[in-house]
């Protein structure tokens, strides 16, 4: 598989509820990073997760790493009808600073 | 809160043509970045500039792609002779530290004809 890539690709969830998003790497990650997209717009930086963290909190969102397993998982709690968008996982590697963008999520969030 | 601008937001050109896009990163960043996303597919990194310099670069900038930062301000993309698969959503990026977030513009859409 590619430096990020991310499953489901599609989710459709009514409001309220929980939608969780994973994202599997290959190589290894100085940091990981979750970006949402609304359609046709630009990306916008939702958390950063380093590669000695377990677990980050960003009000209704919740990410973990696992770095033997070479995954992410991003959890959004008690959904809204704005947050749906399209979600990415992008990785820095080595001693660079380029982001390595996943195949993203495409969430739907249904009132 | 500052952010990234880009202009313009839709360029249509033939092919062959050249064509710049445009940048303002936000004032206070010293990383620099862009990227781009073709239809339907992954946002792919294609060049990182600091210090004035191109500090990383993908296998798609190749010698059709230049990068400036004429003044303080603003940051530019070059493509010398455009292709009909250069047509892409074009992402301009900045951040204050390498290999941290990153903010991104809202795009440039080109459409080479």
């Known amino acids: 598989s590619q430096q990020g890539e991310e499953d489901p690709q599609a989710l459709s969830i009514q409001e309220g509820e929980n939608a969780t998003m994973n994202c599997s790497y290959k190589t290894s990650i100085n940091n990981l990073q979750w970006y949402r997209q609304n359609s046709g717009r630009g990306l916008v930086h939702l958390i950063l997760i380093r590669s000695n963290e377990r677990e980050k909190h960003s009000g209704r969102l919740r990410v973990t790493l696992d770095t033997s397993k070479k995954s992410s998982s991003l959890l959004i709690t008690a959904s809204r009808a704005a947050d749906t968008a399209s979600y990415f996982c992008a990785s820095i590697t080595g001693g660079g600073n380029k982001l390595t963008f996943g195949t993203g999520t495409q969430l739907k969030v249904e009132l | 809160e500052p952010e990234v601008t880009q202009t313009p937001s839709h360029q249509v050109t033939q092919m062959g043509q050249e064509v710049i896009l445009r940048c303002v990163p936000i004032?206070?960043?010293?990383?620099f970045y862009w990227y781009r996303q073709i239809l339907g597919q992954k946002v792919e990194f294609l060049v990182s500039?600091?210090?004035?310099?191109?500090?990383?670069k993908s296998e798609i900038f190749d010698d059709q792609f230049s990068v400036e930062r004429p003044d303080g301000s603003n940051f530019t993309l070059k493509i010398r002779s455009t292709k009909l698969e250069d047509s892409a959503m074009y992402f301009c990026?900045?951040?204050?530290?390498?290999?941290?977030?990153?903010?991104f513009g809202p795009g440039t859409r080109l459409t080479v004809l």
């Open positions: 990026a900045s951040g204050t530290s390498g290999g941290g977030e990153q903010f």
């Open positions: 004032s206070n960043h010293l990383y």
């Open positions: 500039f600091y210090n004035n310099e191109i500090s990383e």
